[in-house]
């Protein structure tokens, strides 16, 4: 749980570890104190104006001290350009590197079963970058002109100064009440949205359902009431804001106001000069108007505080298993060994001690009731999902603790539900890596998907992402060859043949035969024992409770010379 105050702290740290990201930050920090050197030189310039010149009526000083008020506004105004060009950078340089980190988090949550869309974690970057590139870290750099200014304003007259510690002491204690208040309010009402909204995306998504059976009234009013919930919570945050800032500017303008009479009184009196008094109300402005800017950005540091709350609360949840370095004598082909798996929010195990050895060149086919875990099996011999004891080896090496990028290239997979990525055919079968249009062709070949994509509009260069018109069977029959692609050891099929017409099942039936026949250990999910009779080595079968059995099949398994 973030700590209050703890978010300037804890960004700041974050920062400070990578030593490019804190060089630019220090030098965005001594540029807002050069710059605030020559702002605050300005009310003196002013004083000497007024206090010299007019009364000596000396205009030659009148233009050297024209001359450097107007460089110590042109040096103020670059330095300032300066820094926010620095820090636009940093934020663009964090938010890439968040956003890889965030993705694969998200991704990762995903798979563990989490409701919180990935969408969040990449707008909670955007917030963070926002936040980082939009001035309001420097305004916080600016406050070094608080205690400058007030040196400056006692050495003018102590009352001057008393007059604006009171302001700046009055709306840092604003500030801080705002805080205290409200954060609670805006994390809530933040949680609130994401989760309001991410239920609806999930909705929404089943926008044929939704419209074909009349949902979609009956759903946006079970919605509305949490949306709405969420937004009055937020307003509320906001209505606390307007006064706070309506107090803060008051507290501003009367310092002001107050340094003016107190200054005539004191002028009256001798005591200070007449243009002291036009140095201190610019000094007390300068005082004053960091904090102010600190106090009325509140609600983007809060904002900001929430995104990087979420993130490191992703980032701790699900961060990537440590690779561990595979055995020196790990059996070749797939080893799931005593796996023992309990789904999310499970009471009881799904998958009890379930082992079996999948030898290169071989087809397991796992069968079994619905629920029965078959689907998960196939997830956790991926390396996917964390089982609660066991482990799944593919060639010695532990498939849930190895790098991605290491594993992915050895591994084919058609899960049940068959998603294409925007991207043409080619792109989506070649994983969107380097274009190798024959390796393409030949997994296509393989999973029997190469004339029926020669029927489609553009070949090859059709269009097969989620809006894109192919049919459930095309799609299927493209992911067949995406997960052949490369000539994978480990071929993972939940339901290949699902959906598919008597041609498209003989094509599954052939494509598997042949990856059989080039080494890979294969691993299918079916609920068609019946078409795989005769195919298949060995039989998983799946039962309620965690029972399993390994058993041979009826008929061996006809092998291809
Ligand atoms: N991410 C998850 N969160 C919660 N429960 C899950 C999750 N994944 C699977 N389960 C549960 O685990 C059990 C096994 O699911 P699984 O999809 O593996 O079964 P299956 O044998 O493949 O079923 P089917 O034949 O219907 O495809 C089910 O009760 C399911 O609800």
Partial sequence: MIRAGSVAGDIAQALARAPAFSGVLGTAFGLSVARQACLLGMPLLTMHIFDGVIEGGN?????????????????????????????AALAESLARRLTVEALEAAVRSALAGSRRPGLAALQDTAELRRFLGGGT??????????????LV??????VYATIAFIACLTIGVLGVVLDRTTRG????????????????????????????????????RRWEPAQAAALAEGDQAQARARAVRGITEFSSYFAQGTVVVAGVILATHHQVSPGSIIAATMLANSATSPIARVVLSWRDWALAALAWRRLQELFADHAAPAPTPPAAEGPPGLWLRDITWTPPEGTRPVLEGTTVYCPPGTITLVLGPNGTGKSSLLRLALGLMEPDSGSAVLEGQDTRHVAREVIGPRIGYLPQDVQLLDGSVLRNIGRFGPEDAEAVVAAARMAGAHDMIGRLPLGYATEAGPTAGLSMGQKRMVGLARAFYGNPALLVLDEPEAGLDKQGREAVLAAVQAARAQGAACLVVSHDPGLWRGQVDQLLRLAPRGAWTVEAPDQPAARSA
């Fill in 137 to 150: 870290i420097a305004d916080l750099f600016d406050m070094t002109a608080t205690p400058i200014g007030l």
């Fill in 185 to 220: 309010m805006m994390r809530s009402a933040s949680d609130r949205q994401v989760k309001t909204s991410a239920e609806l995306q999930g909705r929404l998504r089943q926008s044929d359902m939704l419209e074909g059976l009349g949902m979609l009234g009956p759903v946006v």
């Fill in 153 to 158: 304003l006692w050495m003018l007259h102590p």
């Fill in 59 to 87: 205009l030659d000083t009148l233009t050297v001290l024209a001359l450097a008020f107007f460089v110590a506004l042109v040096m103020g105004g670059v330095m300032r350009a300066v820094r926010a060009m620095l820090m």
